[in-house]
């Protein structure tokens, strides 16, 4: 009887041609935006769960500041070990920091730029593969590092990597180090990614354990998962007294240690790590807007079913005179809904597998279709297609199952169209819905704009800037030198760090008038002209000069040393003074300094932070970056006279180069491929309603065509 309620049913769908175009249309794309969106949603869920131990895992953040203001997912060289020797509910630690370096092999010479150095435990507290190699070896001397597998094939070809050599430089002459393990690629959804994995002993600061100097993302393996809150109810009463006593900071600003579990860290720290943090709020959107494309799809074909159903009135009274039951009747209307979905169901299978690469483009991940083929995806994909059937054709099977025979005799075998209220407010909700998703995709564009236009302080537009290294500083002064000389180069400059992302965090010392004042502050160690090449303004003083490179005495062990420093608008009305008042004050920076200038407020750090205190100091030691303002035209022959330049000068180190503007924009590239996945998917949603409409209108029966026609021959029976 199943199989002659299908067969009916595919014949009915084949004979209604375009009405079973429309509503497999609209469940296909709806089932699609789901399989699409469902990828998206369970590799955000998912992120670290591949770790073992990912629910005894927490990741260490630290407080400090004034009313804790200062917030920073990193860690100085002693937090992990101190509190494994103190707490014993620390089975482990693991501290880690990812840098560039200059990878040689041969011939070969890149910039690598996810080189880790990690403890040895790092094997021990992750659960990455390691395709060759001992966990408890690979990194338990210095000088040792494990690639992963993309990097064996990519340095190696097919040949072992084991015990191989690699140059690996910066900072200070290249160290070589032995190639000691193999490990599979990190996952899509892995807070950690990495190419290499250097020793953690090989870096100076392994030799040294501080509290401050904070640039370490550090881990920590509980024995227990179920030992946390104690865990951190224990670990603040420990650091106030660490704070108290051995930093002795004031009562005000503790030092203090935040944990979260790692399975928390992605879609719910405020906080950055390794990689840009998710949003919880991301997935629960795309969730909603999954739900409402497949409800209304499924509106459209209750809405058409239950118009189209005069229609089927023929066949309903002739199965009623025949002694068909209620149940019948509704079994065989409920499985047209369940044919229409199977078949919608495979092909939206197909179209997922076609326009998955677009969609990884959209989202800036590599999502793959295998994931659902697994047993519980599979269960779940195929419990929502029988929901979908059930709930589109539920009504409509309903309504024409408990037709009334006598109604059916009495209109002539014709049954017209019911569920009109019904129908109406499906149609009201549907638009609603729409309405909706067309403010919040105009918010969201919105946002997108005031990101793009918004007045950071600073000109970033056809800003250059070119990566330094240890032996590009040999040559900086001749470098610079050349480079603004160049057609098109309006100004050159160098800094630590891009104004995008400044993330030196010291302090200051400075006399306030009523006694000495300390201040947590961000710094960027910056060149001559840094102002002038970023167009930023400045409000008091002046900017930096040549003579006060002379001031930076390094003779008679420092004793004669002193920094210069401009300070930004929040830093001097920190400290107590207006911006002219703060022109030749001191400062202390572990080394006094003159305070020669205050530049209006910029944005140094993501637009969701607010401004903080910020001071520029004069310095070339840590220049990082080579920042060049051009003219914007002829930018091709610019780069190629910069690349020209470099090989004669730093032959050491590939030339790269990026955009400031391109960078700004980078940092932003998870709400662009939110913003973009959100309004693909909400007009898709649309178009259903309007599709929904449109077959509305050009089903539904007039009130013209329900008249009974007069007759046109008098004589005859009409």
């Not at 470098?479 to 891009?498: C, D, F, H, Q, Y």
């Amino acid at each position: 009887m199943i199989w002659s309620y299908f067969k009916i049913a595919f014949r009915r769908l084949q004979k209604s041609r375009l009405y079973t175009l429309i509503n497999l249309v609209g469940l296909t794309v709806g089932i699609t935006s789901c399989l699409l969106i469902g990828l998206f949603i369970i590799n955000e869920l998912g992120y670290d769960r591949f770790n073992k131990n990912a629910d005894r895992i927490v990741r260490m953040t630290m407080q400090f500041g004034e009313g804790g203001k200062q917030k920073y997912a990193l860690t100085g060289t002693k937090a992990g070990p101190q509190l494994q020797r103190t707490f014993p509910q620390v089975e482990s630690f693991v501290r880690v920091i990812n840098g560039s370096v200059v990878m040689k092999y041969g011939s070969q010479m890149y910039i690598e730029r996810r080189f880790l150095h990690a403890d040895s435990t790092f094997f021990k507290v992750f659960s990455f593969p390691l395709l060759k190699g001992d966990p408890k070896t690979v990194l338990d001397a210095p000088n040792k590092v494990v690639i992963t597998q993309s990097m064996a094939t990519k340095y190696f070809g097919s040949g072992d990597p084991i015990g191989k050599t690699l140059s690996v430089g910066w900072y200070g002459p290249p160290k070589t180090f032995q190639v000691t393990g193999v490990a599979a690629d990190a996952p899509e959804n892995s807070q950690i990614k990495f190419d290499f994995i250097g020793s953690f002993s090989t870096i100076d600061a392994s030799k040294h354990e501080e509290w401050w100097t904070a640039n370490y993302t550090t881990y920590l393996l509980l024995k227990k998962k179920d030992q946390l809150p104690g865990f951190q109810r224990q670990l603040d009463t420990y650091m106030k007294g660490i704070s108290r006593g051995e930093l002795k900071l004031p009562a005000s600003s503790p030092l203090t240690y935040n944990l979260e579990p790692m399975l928390q860290v992605h879609l719910h720290s405020p906080l950055d790590g390794l990689e840009p943090s998710g949003s919880a709020t991301t997935v629960y959107i795309l969730g909603i807007i999954a739900l409402l494309i497949l409800i209304i799809a499924c509106i459209n074909y209750t809405n058409l079913a239950t118009v189209q159903s005069s229609a089927k009135s023929t066949e309903i009274g002739i199965r009623k005179v025949l002694g068909a039951q209620k149940s019948q009747l509704f079994g065989q209307f409920i499985g047209e809904s369940f044919l229409l979905t199977l078949i919608a169901l495979a092909l939206a299978a197909v179209l997922a597998i076609v326009f998955l690469p677009y969609f990884n483009q959209l989202t800036g991940k590599q999502l793959s279709f295998s994931v659902w083929l697994q047993p519980l995806p599979t269960l779940t994909v195929l419990g929502l297609c029988v929901l979908i059937a059930f709930t589109s054709g539920s009504y409509p099977a309903f309504v024409l199952s408990n037709v009334r025979l006598i109604s059916i005799l009495k209109s002539g075998l014709k049954l017209t169209s019911s569920g009109g209220l019904f129908r109406q407010a499906l149609i009201v909700f549907q638009f609603a819905v729409s309405v909706c998703l067309i403010v919040a995709t105009v918010v969201v564009v919105q946002q997108l704009n005031y990101i793009r236009h918004k007045d950071l302080g600073y000109d970033k537009d056809h800003v250059i800037v070119i990566t330094t290294d240890d032996n590009a500083h040999q040559h900086y002064g001749a470098l610079k030198a050349e480079i603004a000389r160049m057609p098109g180069v309006t100004s050159v400059s160098g800094a630590n760090a891009m104004p995008t992302s400044v993330q030196w965090g010291d302090g200051i010392t400075a006399d306030d008038g009523h006694g000495k004042k300390d201040l947590n502050i961000v710094c960027l160690p910056s060149d001559i002209g840094l102002i002038k090449t970023l167009n930023m303004k400045l409000i008091a003083g002046a900017d930096f000069i040549d003579d006060e490179f002379k001031l930076m005495d390094t003779t008679n062990k420092n004793k004669n040393f002193k920094y210069s420093y401009i300070l930004n608008e929040t830093a001097a009305n920190d400290l107590g003074w207006t911006p002219q008042q703060a022109i030749g004050k001191t400062v202390i920076k572990g080394a006094p300094g003159t305070v020669v200038g205050v530049i209006k407020d910029f944005h140094f750090a993501s637009l969701h932070q607010p401004i903080g205190p910020m001071m520029l100091f004069l310095d070339t030691v840590y220049t990082n970056y080579m920042l060049l303002k051009t003219t914007g035209q002829n930018i091709p022959a610019t780069l190629q006279a910069l690349q020209t330049l470099w090989k004669e000068r730093v032959p050491t180190m590939p030339f790269t180069y990026r955009f400031l503007d391109d960078n700004y924009n980078s940092m932003y590239q998870s709400e662009q491929k939110t913003a973009a996945v959100f309004s693909t998917f909400s007009t898709l949603a649309i178009l259903l309603a309007c599709m929904g409409l449109f077959a509305l209108s050009a089903f539904a029966p007039t009130k013209q065509s329900a008249r009974r026609l007069p007759c046109q021959y008098p004589s005859r029976i009409c």
